[in-house]
């Protein structure tokens, strides 16, 4: 049972937290949940405007910088920026990446014939686009002595998809990987850097919306079929999962390292029978 000083617990107080592919959607939504928990936060982002435009809803305790996630000399350039603005670095937010069409199976498209370029390019942003951050912002928060990675996976890295074969082999490594990097801190460097990752199910964003709802605001065939799987019969909230990077980002969450936290309604646990 929380204290009466859980919201201490809870607190990001004088702490300054990366988030990578801030100019998203759920990131950004991240980004703001963390800094009203008192983080000051370096928005990171390929598309500077995107990062700005981020920065714009947080106001003065964040800034934004361009960087690519699948560059080590673009990130460590972004570490000097943050360093310069802040003197220290003690969370990460991996939240860059995604995923392309041509990497998607379809009517069109047979897994016979997937082109190799797409499939790394999904492969690489997800999974190399999470293990560069770690290296470059994870070295900077090893200097703490404590602090938290928090990764995007997903629930296709659980139980993929019929169609995204890459990407959710890709999420897959990603929750992996965030396992074998808890060990490692805890093993060489910290027992107080912890690593963890959340799973997001369906959220319904701007960027799937005309997957998921047709021109005349009704559901897609697939949304049906999503939400039959989903015991909570809804699509994710951003704040479904903006409580959950404050969590693990915090003091609240200090027993709490290797897990792969899923926010899916209950999908992955649903077998349809």
Not at 1 to 19: A, C, K, P, T, Y
Not at 30 to 41: C, E, L, P
Not at 70 to 87: E, H, P
Not at 149 to 158: E, K, P, Y
Request: contains cysteine; proline residues 3%; glycine residues 8%.
């Amino acid at each position: 049972m929380l204290s009466q000083d859980s919201d201490r617990f809870f607190s990001l107080e004088n702490s300054v937290v990366v988030v990578t592919g801030g100019g998203g959607f759920l990131a950004g939504a991240m980004a703001q949940a963390i800094a009203k928990a008192g983080a000051r936060i370096a928005l990171l982002d390929l598309n500077l405007s995107a990062a700005e435009k981020a920065v714009e809803k947080i106001g003065e305790s964040a800034i934004a910088i361009q960087a690519d996630v699948l560059n080590r000399d673009s990130l460590l350039n972004a570490c000097d920026k943050i360093l310069a603005a802040y003197g220290r670095i003690d969370g990460l937010i991996n939240g860059a990446g995604g995923n392309k069409t041509e990497a998607t199976t379809s009517d069109e498209l047979s897994f016979f014939d997937l082109p190799v370029d797409a499939s790394h390019w999904v492969t690489d942003l997800n999974f190399m686009g999470t293990v560069l951050p770690c290296q470059v912002f994870g070295k900077e928060i090893v200097k703490q002595g404590k602090g938290a990675i928090l990764n995007v996976s997903s629930i296709t890295g659980l139980r993929p998809l019929t169609r995204a074969s890459t990407y959710a082999a890709a999420k897959a490594a990603i929750s992996n990987f965030t396992a074998w990097l808890a060990v490692h801190m805890c093993q060489n460097y910290s027992r107080e850097v912890r690593v963890n990752a959340v799973a997001p199910g369906f959220c319904l964003t701007d960027q799937n919306r005309y997957l998921l709802i047709d021109e005349n605001g009704e559901l897609t065939p697939r949304s049906k079929t999503v939400l039959a799987a989903t015991p909570q019969c809804r699509f994710g909230e951003p704040e479904d999962l903006t409580a959950a990077a404050v969590w693990l980002l915090s003091d609240a969450s200090s027993f709490v390292t290797g897990s792969v936290i899923t926010i899916d309604g209950g999908l992955t646990a649903y077998s349809g029978v």
